[in-house]
């Protein structure tokens, strides 16, 4: 992809002052495990795993995941070039790629890096919405890869300023506490429909924004 002298100057800077900004906000805030009856944060599950979660909780994610070398795929645009650099500062890898725009490569490339150990992320709403309806590439990476499950998980601040984009994106405030939930996990034996684990997902999907706006509402 060919980029403008500007939008070239763009990418020189704005990668690395949007991971500044992350890491020196996300330093100050607070973050909880809030899991399902039974269900195991997934970061305490061993292994390679394929996880969801919702575009607008994107900025708080990068901040509690970085540094893990998780597999993130990433729309190939401006914007998802931006992204995409940045969050390479904070120690994931990013996959570029869309429903719409290299995704086919880009699906074979997150079956690799599942192969070779690393967790993969996708938000599943991304990368221009619906906003909160899960698109079907999570289910064809699980589906590729044989994975055992689907997971999902959600972040949320007590404390936020909300943009007004597609996502209604959302910015932590300043030494905010963040909850992260974790559904149930979707179980794969191999013998659902593709419909059947897109259904599962967005019932999970739904069931940690849940859990977040009850851990809001607690306090």
């Known amino acids: 992809m060919s980029y403008s002298r500007s939008q070239r100057v763009v990418l ?5 002052v949007a991971a500044w900004v992350i890491r ?3 330093a100050t805030l607070r973050y909880e495990d809030v899991a399902a009856p039974g269900v195991p944060p997934g970061g305490t599950i061993p292994g390679a795993k394929v996880y969801a979660f919702w575009h607008r909780s994107l900025l708080a994610c990068a901040y509690y995941f970085r540094g893990q070398k998780i597999a993130i795929l990433i729309s190939r645009s401006f914007d998802g070039e931006i992204i995409a650099r940045t969050v390479e500062r904070l120690g994931f890898i990013a996959i570029r790629g869309s429903s719409t725009r290299g995704g086919s490569t880009a699906l074979r490339q997150m079956v ?5 150990g690393h967790q993969c992320a996708i938000t599943a709403d991304g990368p221009k919405g619906p906003p909160m309806i899960a698109k079907p590439g999570i289910v064809q990476v699980a589906e590729l890869v044989d994975a055992s499950y689907i997971g999902a998980f959600y972040a949320l601040p007590k404390r936020a300023w909300v943009l007004k984009t597609w996502d209604s994106f959302v910015i932590p405030k300043p030494f905010s506490r963040v909850a992260l939930t974790w559904p149930p996990l979707v179980m794969r034996s191999g013998e659902e429909t593709l419909e059947e684990l897109q259904v599962g997902v967005q019932a999970a999907m739904d069931e940690a924004v849940r859990l977040a706006e009850a851990w809001k509402a607690a306090d």
Not at 112 to 116: D, G, V
Request: aromatic share 16%; glycine share 8%; charged share 15%.
């Open 12 to 16: 020189a800077v704005a990668p690395f």
């Open 24 to 26: 020196a906000l996300g």
């Open 112 to 116: 690799e890096h599942f192969k070779n």
